[in-house]
Structure formats: C-alpha cells, structure tokens
C-alpha cells in the first residue's frame, strides 16, 4: 500500500493568519508554488490560500493585498489526510472536492507535507493521473 508519506513533499511552509496576502505572495513567488497553508498561532492547519483566492477574493473585490491578511480569506473547509492515508483515498478526496493539493497533517493538525498535483504524477502510474486530470484538472480548462 502505498500511503501519502510516500508520496508528499515535505516541508511545505506555512503563511500565517496574521500576515499580509501581499507577504503570502511574495512566499508563493520564492516557493515558486500556488498555495501556501495558512497555520495559526497554535501551529495548527486553519486553512490554505491560493494564488487565485488572492487574485479573485482581494484584488478583484477591491482589497488590499497589504491590510488583508491570510486568515481572512481561510474559509470553508480544509481537506486534508493524514501521512498513514492512502494514496488511493487521497486522490478519492482531490476528485470528490475538486481540489489540486491535500495538506497532510498530524494528529495535532500540525502540518507535515502537502500532496499535490504534481507529487500524483511523479508516483503514480499513468491511468491514475489520467483519472485525475480528468476528474479535476480538465473540469477547470
């Protein structure tokens, strides 16, 4: 069984609730990623943002990117699985919430890797990518 520790890239970082979408951005751009975790003062997963969720619910609303801050915008629920999940569930989970990346937590919900879209290719085999670009991915083109 191949479970998401064998697949997730470890040491995603997280963006704080209290910082700024503009601090998260700049992170996304050093990261070269599309989403950061957003973890709270307690150190636990309270969201994630992406780079579209700065574009479509601050910029385009009118909000500025530097008095608007992550926790903001950490609305809805989360997925997320946990290292000891498997793959297979993992990608069940992406496919049912339409979702490209599952932060993976502990049981303290601390944050210890993400799967994303690209770990999926890199390890599985090629008709389950094509399962998921075509549940998910290609729903968005």
Do not use: Y
């Not at 601090?23 to 309270?46: E, S």
């Not at 992406?94 to 210890?112: A, C, G, N, Y």
Request: with cysteine.
């Amino acid at each position: 069984m191949t479970t998401a520790r064998d697949i997730m890239h470890t040491g995603a970082e997280c963006v704080g609730e209290h910082e700024t979408l503009d601090a998260a951005a700049r992170r996304m751009r050093d990261l070269d990623v599309g989403a950061l975790p957003i973890c709270g003062d307690d150190d636990k997963l309270h969201g994630i943002v992406t780079d579209r969720d700065i574009v479509v619910k601050c910029l385009a609303t009118g909000g500025d990117p530097a008095r608007t801050t992550a926790g903001e915008l950490a609305q809805g629920r989360t997925f997320t699985a946990t290292a000891d999940t498997d793959v297979e569930k993992v990608l069940d989970t992406m496919e049912k919430h339409q979702v490209r990346r599952v932060p993976i937590i502990d049981e303290e919900k601390r944050l210890v890797g993400m799967v994303s879209e690209a770990d999926l290719a890199r390890n599985l085999p090629e008709a389950e990518v094509g399962r998921f670009v075509e549940a998910v991915v290609a729903k968005h083109l």
